[in-house]
């Protein structure tokens, strides 16, 4: 049974940051690409970043030079860590791998 479980979001002021996680589970974790997703109300779902196995990163331009997507195989973890906090970035952030999702995970950016 495939699982992705979130955590690390919460309300965090404007400039500030955010260290999310993604525990993955079930599947061959260190030979996965995997991504953080996330969707605003009433926007559509966007990829935010997205991490190869070889440790290759792509980032959405709205978040280049702010979040750092990272992994580690030897926990089968995901890694967002988002810094420079806009009030934009307010979203649910979800965890994929495959055609698996997390939960997700509330940010919430207000001073």
């Known amino acids: 049974q495939v699982q992705l479980v979130e955590s690390g979001g919460g309300l965090v002021q404007p400039g500030g940051s955010l260290r999310l996680s993604c525990a993955v589970s079930g599947i061959i974790f260190r030979l996965k690409t995997v991504g953080w997703y996330r969707q605003a109300p009433g926007k559509q779902r966007e990829l935010v970043a997205a991490i190869t196995s070889g440790g290759s990163t792509n980032y959405a331009d709205s978040v280049k030079g702010r979040f750092t997507i990272s992994r580690d195989n030897t926990k089968n973890t995901l890694y967002l860590q988002m810094n420079s906090l806009k009030p934009e970035d307010a979203a649910v952030y979800y965890c994929?791998?495959?055609?698996?999702w997390g939960q997700g995970t509330q940010v919430t950016v207000s001073s």
């Open positions: 994929v791998a495959d055609a698996y």
